[in-house]
């Protein structure tokens, strides 16, 4: 039997993709340069090319993508971030990988809770604008 962390799948997995669909938001819906994406969400220039040419983030992305609560809950991330509302941006992206499992375990996937999930009411974080 292996043991497999609750937040490992999600550093292959999920966070990629997220940062895949948020850089495709900034850069292609939100007409920002990939420079400006990249500073804005902590990464090299590069490694947004990476999510935009599809090198990164490819795994469960389409699943994301396809599910209208996560991708308004994804929205309102970008937003966040292109307002430079960047005061709890990595408990943001807790959120949305808590949301993502949701999204997976719809469709099949049997990922088990992290504690932040299990507490994510106490945390009083909002993606509403």
Same mark, same amino acid.
């Given at each position: 039997?292996?043991?497999?962390? +609750? ?8 966070? +990629?993709?997220?940062?895949? &669909?948020?850089?495709? @938001?900034?850069?292609?819906? %939100? $007409?920002?340069?990939?420079? %400006?994406?990249?500073?804005?969400? #902590?990464?090299? +220039? ?5 999510? =935009?040419?599809?090198?990164? #983030?490819? #795994?469960?992305?389409? &699943? ?14 970008? $937003? %966040?971030?292109? @307002? ?15 949301? #993502? %499992? ?7 996937? @049997? ?6 999930? $299990?507490? =994510?009411?106490?945390? $009083? ?5």
């Amino acid at each position: 039997m292996q043991l497999v962390l +609750p937040c490992e799948y999600s550093v292959k997995e999920i966070l +990629p993709a997220i940062r895949a &669909l948020v850089a495709e @938001k900034l850069v292609e819906e %939100k $007409n920002l340069s990939i420079y %400006k994406a990249a500073e804005l969400m #902590g990464l090299t +220039p590069a490694a947004v090319e990476n999510y =935009l040419k599809k090198r990164r #983030g490819t #795994g469960v992305k389409e &699943l994301l993508k396809n599910d209208k609560e996560f991708m308004d809950f994804l929205d309102s991330f970008s $937003n %966040k971030i292109v @307002k430079k509302d960047n005061s709890s941006l990595s408990s943001y992206y807790c959120i949305l990988c808590a949301e #993502g %499992k949701k999204v997976l375990n719809k469709n099949g996937y @049997k990922l088990s809770h992290c504690i932040v999930e $299990n507490n =994510l009411a106490s945390y $009083n974080l909002s993606l509403e604008e």
